[in-house]
């Protein structure tokens, strides 16, 4: 079965630094993968997303992620931090095939200080 | 209409009652979901509707009953919950098969 797992349960930047946080995947065929945005007492909004194609996927809030087969590796980043960008951070993935069952890494929490 | 709606937005029950929460789409999608959330805790997935029938149980204790009684429509039943029970229940949607999910707000369930 297929799994995330994201290195790092909280991640601390300083506004304007880059953002990096690190999601890996376990499956012997390359799922499809998903980075989603939780903000306090909220649910869960869809940053960006690979099913197949570019490698380099562009999402809102001028995030973005690369697909690495080679290293099973989908990391998101953004070039400038804001601390409107503090907020949970999920990694997701689902099989290619099936009923969708999507499934969650542990989930990082980015703190952005002034 | 790109969101998905979930009422209520709090509840607070004893663990003799019964209610329900709702969640409602108008996007077209024909696959729903329930996740459960533990504070500091990812998603976990409960079940999962496709064309309006049950195709995933997360081995749910039976105090959890779901039901969609449309495409747009998804409630879950609750009886003789337990405090451990407590937790952020989510709903999402999307097109069957493999694509993103909508998620709604979510209803912060205390069980006393």
């Known amino acids: 079965a297929q799994s995330v797992t994201q290195l790092g349960s909280h991640v601390s930047v300083s506004e304007g630094a880059l953002v990096l946080l690190r999601c890996n995947y376990s499956?012997?065929?390359?799922?499809?993968l998903f980075w989603y945005v939780q903000y306090p007492n909220q649910g869960l909004q869809l940053l960006l997303k690979?099913?197949?194609?570019?490698?380099l996927v562009k999402g809102i809030n001028g995030f973005e992620a690369e697909f690495k087969k080679s290293e099973t590796s989908f990391h998101l980043t953004k070039p400038s931090a804001h601390m409107s960008d503090a907020a949970e951070y999920f990694c997701?993935?689902?099989?290619?095939?099936?009923?969708?069952?999507?499934?969650f890494g542990a989930g990082t929490r980015l703190t952005v200080k002034p | 209409d790109t969101e998905v709606t979930q009422t209520p937005k709090h509840l607070v029950m004893g663990m003799t009652n019964k209610k329900s929460l709702k969640c409602e789409q108008h996007m077209g999608h024909r696959a729903m979901y329930w996740y459960k959330q533990k504070a500091k805790k990812p998603p976990e997935l409960m079940f999962v509707y496709s064309y309006e029938k049950l195709s995933i149980n997360e081995s749910v204790p039976s105090r959890f009953s779901p039901e969609c009684p449309n495409s747009s429509l998804l409630n879950l039943h609750l009886h003789a919950l337990q405090p451990e029970d407590s937790a952020l229940y989510l709903c999402?949607?999307?097109?069957?098969?493999?694509?993103?999910?909508?998620f709604g707000p979510g209803t912060r369930l205390t069980v006393l």
């Open positions: 499956s012997s065929v390359p799922p499809y």
């Open positions: 690979y099913t197949t194609g570019a490698t």
């Open positions: 999402a949607s999307s097109h069957p098969g493999v694509n993103e999910q909508f």
């Open positions: 997701a993935v689902t099989p290619l095939l099936g009923n969708n069952d999507m499934r």
